[in-house]
């Protein structure tokens, strides 16, 4: 098993971060274009703790290494199955996701939080363990982790610079909503 582990700060506060979160993967994004599908399968909120709870399909196009695509037989698609948790008395959103494409071949499961760190900070903690599981080849196996280490470092500076994206453009997005509504409410009076 390799661990990934990567840790950013956002200049945004929490409650920014956590809404723009659901439009990580949209047209504003344009380091995510390998993403192209987001599925909600179930969405739901616990009435005593006030959490949402979303499972979502995530389908991506995939850009593997030739020599590990033809190694496993994968194809140009795969497919990752999301846990999401909004806990807004505790400010963290967590993210729990695990691979269904290769699954019998290769385990990869990635944890996300997002926690406030004050007012206009957000830390982003991001861990992913991956397994190969190819019986007792272990140079293989290690070849094969470590392949997928790196593809994981190689994309959190895309995700990182992304997700930056999609932040500035819901402030403004935000910004020009409340504007507008401010106008309203001054031709109203």
């Not at 409650?15 to 344009?30: L, M, T």
């Not at 991001?126 to 397994?131: K, L, W």
Request: aromatic share 8%; hydrophobic share 35%.
């Amino acid at each position: 098993m390799k661990v990934f582990s990567n840790s950013v700060t956002f200049n945004y506060s929490w409650e920014e971060v956590s809404i723009a979160n659901w439009q990580k993967y949209g047209p504003w994004n344009d380091k995510s274009a390998h993403v192209i599908a987001v599925d909600t399968l179930n969405r739901s909120v616990d009435p005593e703790t006030g959490i949402l709870r979303t499972e979502r399909l995530i389908t991506c196009q995939q850009s593997a290494p030739k020599w590990l695509q033809s190694l496993l037989g994968s194809s140009d698609t795969s497919q990752v199955f999301e846990t999401s948790y909004v806990n807004p008395a505790e400010k963290t959103v967590t993210m729990v996701s695990h691979n269904l494409t290769m699954s019998n071949l290769v385990k990869v499961q990635e944890t996300v939080v997002y926690q406030p760190i004050n007012g206009k900070q957000t830390q982003f903690v991001q861990d992913a363990r991956i397994t190969a599981l190819c019986g007792g080849w272990q140079r293989i196996k290690n070849n094969i982790e470590d392949a997928l280490v790196t593809r994981f470092r190689e994309n959190a500076a895309k995700g990182k610079e992304g997700f930056e994206c999609v932040l500035a453009m819901s402030r403004r997005a935000f910004a020009e909503e409340r504007e507008r509504e401010q106008s309203g409410q001054l031709m109203m009076a």
